[in-house]
Structure formats: C-alpha cells, structure tokens
C-alpha cells in the first residue's frame, strides 16, 4: 500500500499525485472504473510488464491479489491509500459499493498484448520466470 499525503484546510481536501514521487513511476495513463453493477466482478487477468495504482477515491471495492502462491484481499476505502500492483500479479475487482469510483495510474499506455486473462497460463508465466 501506498500512503499519498493529504492537503487540507478548512476549505477540503486534496490528494495531488506526481509520476516518480508518489508513485514509483513515471504516469503514462489514467483511467477510472465506476457505475459498477451490483455483483459484478471485474479484472481475472495479469499483466506481464505493467505498473499500476488503483485508489477507490469514492466508496469501496475488494481487490484480490494472487501472485501464483498467496492469493489476499485488500478491501479499498480510504481516497490516501493506493495499492501498488507490479511484477507478475493476478487480479481479480469484486463487492464494489454503487458509488465506488476506482483511479487506475499506469505506467504505460493500454495494449491488450500485456495482458494475461488464462489463470493457467499465468501460473506458467510465474514458473517461467522463477
Ligand atoms: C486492470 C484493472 C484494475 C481501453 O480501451 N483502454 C484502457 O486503458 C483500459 C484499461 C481498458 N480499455 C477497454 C478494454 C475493454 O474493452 O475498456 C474495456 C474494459 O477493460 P477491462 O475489461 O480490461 O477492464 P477491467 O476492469 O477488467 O480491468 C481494468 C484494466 O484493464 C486492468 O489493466 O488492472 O482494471
């Protein structure tokens, strides 16, 4: 987890996010999740090369992380924390609350070809590179 600082004053308030400071990369894409429908999973996928954080900066959402041997849930509340996934990481988005809107920083632009969406062929990919 990521801890990002907090500017307040007595007006709010604000979350400010700068590539190679408060995340450990340079940002090359943004992009949200929200008006998730009730019972809807998302993601049960990898990604072979990408760094990503994902905040719930409204509501909350469950995110499995599975790195071919522990498999956690980190439940997403709290708009300061982001959760870092990097390295070959299994992840599958569920229990998101109707408000939940959920950032997604990457480090580089969207290409299917970084994805793997077979969970076999994930953990082969986890065997492969050990
Ligand atoms: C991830 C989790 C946390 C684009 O055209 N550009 C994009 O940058 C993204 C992320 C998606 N798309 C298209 C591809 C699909 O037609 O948007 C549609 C939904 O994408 P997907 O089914 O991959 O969405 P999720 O919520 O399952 O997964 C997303 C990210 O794809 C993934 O990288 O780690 O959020």
Not at 106 to 120: C, V
């Amino acid at each position: 987890m990521i801890s990002l600082a907090i500017c307040g004053d007595n007006r709010g308030r604000l979350v400010a996010i700068e590539g190679m400071s408060d995340v450990p990369f340079p940002i090359a894409r943004v992009y949200y999740v929200f008006h998730t429908q009730p019972g809807v999973d998302r993601g049960f996928h990898a990604h072979r090369a990408l760094r990503q954080v994902l905040i719930a900066v409204n509501g909350s959402c469950t995110i499995l992380v599975d790195d071919g041997e522990i498999r956690n849930n980190v439940r997403l509340n709290d708009p300061s924390m982001g959760l870092l996934l990097e390295g070959l990481v299994w992840r599958e988005m569920s229990d998101f609350s109707p408000d939940c809107v959920l950032l997604v920083i990457a480090d580089a632009h969207y290409d299917e070809n970084d994805y793997i969406r077979d969970h076999g062929q994930f953990l082969d990919a986890v065997r492969e590179q050990m």
